[in-house]
């Protein structure tokens, strides 16, 4: 028995260490993005769903003996693979399509080890039904999600901050080979104990299986499906609510995660842990939760958001696990069983990965995922109701009946205070109205709390029906309540929103503000939730420099330090294309931007670039893999603008990268780099890069303009060689001193960078 625990154990681990490993290699040639990611995770998905339904397939048409033989052979090849390190030649080409790529670098280079792996836990649990008849498998279902957990959460605080890329891939591939041995010692034991003149029997199974049962109905396997896959397109659609506010980073992949997979051990090692009755009060108030930080999550500290979206998670996923266990089916349907559970989460990769980019203008696939678990959990409710009793879980205990009595009591409480909340909200919007239409509102909660109390006291315990019944019409109206709350939040749109669009890289909108004022009419550019430039329309404001890009910032101080004479100027991050406010005849402006839609967008619906005098030259697809196929382009300023927003490409600012902007660098060229953040502190990251390259660093750090309000503080770091730029008066003048209190970090390469190392405090 310690053997097939052991297998399943390791091999759990080592199936979601490869996850954010291989996300670590792929991250930096995609630009950063929280598509990679997503992408990365449908991979996985599906992939895990094709071992399932190997194992599926190899439980019901193979004797025990094949059965070891293939799955041994099948690890044998895949130790081929190693190390899973992929090599240059994956790097993406400009203009390529990066879904379809990261999918075929992901299944070169890790493909069948993973298929392997993905295997064990259906595959190797119905060894131990066969080796050990009358014992229960499903605990080992929770001990193979409590090794993946192990392995997530030992990423970002053990193996990410002190090993290297290549160091991480070369143990992975040493624990593969460890995991070959474990999985010899079981395949011994099933060697043993069957016959070779077996054979399999007439329904398909093996004769060393447990007694065939007859398949659950039409329902409970729809149920199957749709539950896990409610419970996957939360986890990916909260991850990427995250790296959208914050950074694409594997301690912001890993959390929701692990949550995810901690609700899977939990509901799955013993029913007591998931009674209805209670998770029904908490799905409640994780769902209010979730309504709550959508509308204000925008302001709350990362660790807020975190605590706030990560509760919620959980809670979702363990109704939806815990339902799931509830439906489980006698051991002989196992691997069906785990196959449709496999097929739910795959689905789920599926709709959030590569189904809503194309559907959605937006994040949507948050409020809908949220609205259907909370249907499918409604509808569960009922069909107990409908049979007369509650969940069998819960059936015949005293606890189990007075939870549903106190339910029929918080239920209504939790809605007439929401609706008691939405008079205030309205009363407070809506001055203009009658205050006599607020009070008859009031009255009518009221009345209707009161009738609700004296019913629930009059019944109280005697009559069970009529608490269920209540307790799901209540569900119900909340179910309708949440659909209108969420729906609300989806469809709202700031008046002067003009433009939206979705694609690979994030959400674009442009918003035209103040359109019955052309004097003050301006457009302005949003990447997520980050501003990304802005323009006046009046044409003489229409070439005055905006945001972060102002006369007085860094970079505006940094280009107005060249010598009077043609310029080449390189850019990294287009946006609207403020700086080419700075382009002069005879100069010429390269700019390196990944995502086309912005490239269209500053074309289309703003001037900077049509309106620059100097020569304007557009690289479409990721900055350093362009500079690292082009000639030296000996630039007097190379502005790197990739940093401000929600997703930060760390391997820009690497040893390496930094190697490749020196090569494009004039002689006395100046590094100008925006490491303004709201969530963290690049600061050490550029000092640590400035002592490496021997270069003068200096911060410029001006506030907000009062005056000018389209002028917004930025942090920008200078470098450069040239000793005169630093004792330059309007430069030193306005430089401010480097943090004492900065965090330590060491130097960071492309195998090795930490962002967690650098978050902000709360």
């Known amino acids: 028995m310690p053997a097939f625990a052991l297998t399943i154990f390791t091999g759990a681990f080592l199936l979601f260490q490869v996850q954010p490993l291989m996300g670590k290699f792929v991250l930096p040639w995609f630009g950063g993005s929280p598509g990679v990611w997503t992408t990365c995770m449908l991979f996985f998905q599906v992939l895990l769903l094709a071992g399932y339904a190997y194992a599926h397939w190899s439980a019901r048409t193979l004797r025990p003996r094949a059965q070891v033989v293939l799955h041994l052979s099948l690890v044998a090849v895949s130790l081929a693979f190693l190390p899973v390190i992929p090599g240059a030649q994956w790097k993406p080409a400009t203009g390529e399509e990066p879904v ?16 392997a792996l993905s295997a064990t836990g259906p595959l190797v649990q119905h060894w131990f039904g066969c080796a050990f008849a009358g014992k229960s498998p499903y605990r080992l279902y929770a001990l193979s999600n409590v090794g993946s957990l192990l392995a997530l959460l030992s990423y970002p605080f053990l193996f990410e901050p002190w090993l290297a890329r290549q160091t991480q891939g070369r143990l992975w591939s040493v624990g593969l080979v460890l995991y070959l041995a474990c999985l010899l010692a079981c395949a011994r034991r099933i060697w043993r104990i069957s016959q ?4 399999p029997s007439p329904a398909g199974e093996s004769t060393l299986t447990i007694s065939a049962s007859a398949p659950p109905g039409g329902f409970a396997t729809a149920l199957w499906l749709l539950l896990p896959a409610c419970a996957s397109a939360l986890l990916l659609a909260v991850t990427n609510k995250l790296c959208l506010d914050v950074a694409v ?7 929701p995660l692990a949550l995810y997979l ?4 939990v509901a799955f090692d013993n029913p007591r842990w998931y009674a209805r009755g209670p998770f029904t009060l908490l799905f409640v108030l994780a769902l209010a939760g979730f309504c709550w930080a959508l509308y204000e999550a ?23 696990h815990g339902e799931l266990y509830r439906l489980r089916p006698p051991a002989a349907q196992l691997t069906r069983y785990y196959l449709f559970i496999a097929a739910g989460g795959a689905l789920g990769g599926i709709f959030v990965g590569a189904l809503a980019p194309l559907l959605f203008s937006d994040y949507y696939e948050l409020h809908l995922s949220l609205f259907l678990s909370a249907l499918l959990f409604v509808v569960l409710f009922w069909r107990d109701a409908a049979r007369g009793g509650r969940p069998a879980a819960e059936a015949g205990t005293r606890t189990a009946s007075r939870f549903l009595d106190s339910l029929a009591l918080v239920l209504p409480i939790l809605g007439l205070a929401g609706l008691e909340l939405w008079i205030w909200n309205c009363e407070a919007l809506f001055a203009s109205f009658p205050r006599e239409v607020f009070h008859a509102l009031r009255f009518m909660t009221w009345s209707l709390f009161l009738l609700v109390l004296a019913g629930w006291f009059l019944r109280r315990g005697r009559n069970s029906s009529y608490a269920r019944y209540l307790t799901g019409t209540w569900l119900t109206l909340g179910l309708l309540a949440l659909g209108n709350v969420l729906g609300l939040q989806a469809l709202k749109r700031d008046a002067e929103v003009v433009y939206m669009a979705r694609n690979f890289y994030g959400v674009l909108t442009i918003l035209d503000h103040h359109r019955d004022k052309p004097e003050d009419r301006y457009l302005l550019l949003r990447h997520g939730r980050i501003t990304h430039g802005l323009q006046f329309t009046r044409p003489d404001f229409a070439k005055v420099p905006t945001t972060y890009y102002g006369p007085g910032s860094g970079v505006g101080l940094a280009i107005h330090s060249l010598p009077d ?9 287009l946006g609207t294309g403020t700086l080419a406010t700075y382009g002069r005849p005879g100069d010429t402006l390269r700019i390196y931007e990944i995502n086309p839609e912005v490239i269209d967008l500053a074309w289309s619906r703003f001037t900077y670039l049509s309106n620059c005098p100097a020569k304007v030259e557009i ?10 196929r082009e000639a030296p382009q000996r630039f007097d300023l190379l502005a790197l603008d990739a940093f401000s927003s929600d997703s930060v490409p760390v391997h820009l600012l690497t040893r390496e990268a930094f190697a490749v902007y020196e090569r494009h660098l004039a002689t006395n060229g100046i590094l100008a780099i925006h490491i303004s953040n709201h969530y963290l502190d690049l600061e050490p990251v550029v000092l640590n890069l400035a002592r490496e390259f021997r270069r003068g660093l200096m911060l410029i750090d001006p506030e907000d303009d009062e005056e000018d309000w389209w002028i917004y503080g930025s942090t920008w770091a200078l470098m450069s060689r040239d000793r005169d730029f630093y004792n330059r008066p309007e430069i030193y003048s306005v430089a401010v001193p ?3 209190n900065a965090p330590v970090v060491p130097l960071w390469t492309d195998d090795f960078a930490s962002l967690y190392q650098i978050l902000r405090a709360p």
């Open 249 to 255: 980073f594997p301690f912001l992949w890993i959390v």
């Open 196 to 199: 070779p003149s077996e054979g």
């Open 738 to 740: 480097f943090r004492t």
């Open 262 to 265: 901690l609700s899977f051990i």
């Open 619 to 628: 690289v479409p697809g990721d900055a350093r893999l362009s500079l690292e």
């Open 565 to 573: 004479r043609p310029r080449r100027l390189g850019l990294v991050g």
């Open 298 to 320: 925008t302001n709350w500290t990362l660790w807020r958001q975190v605590g706030v979206f990560g509760a919620g998670l959980f809670i979702c996923c363990m109704v939806c």
């Open 100 to 115: 379809l790529r990261i999918l075929l670098l992901l299944a070169a280079n890790v493909g069948l080890p993973y298929l």
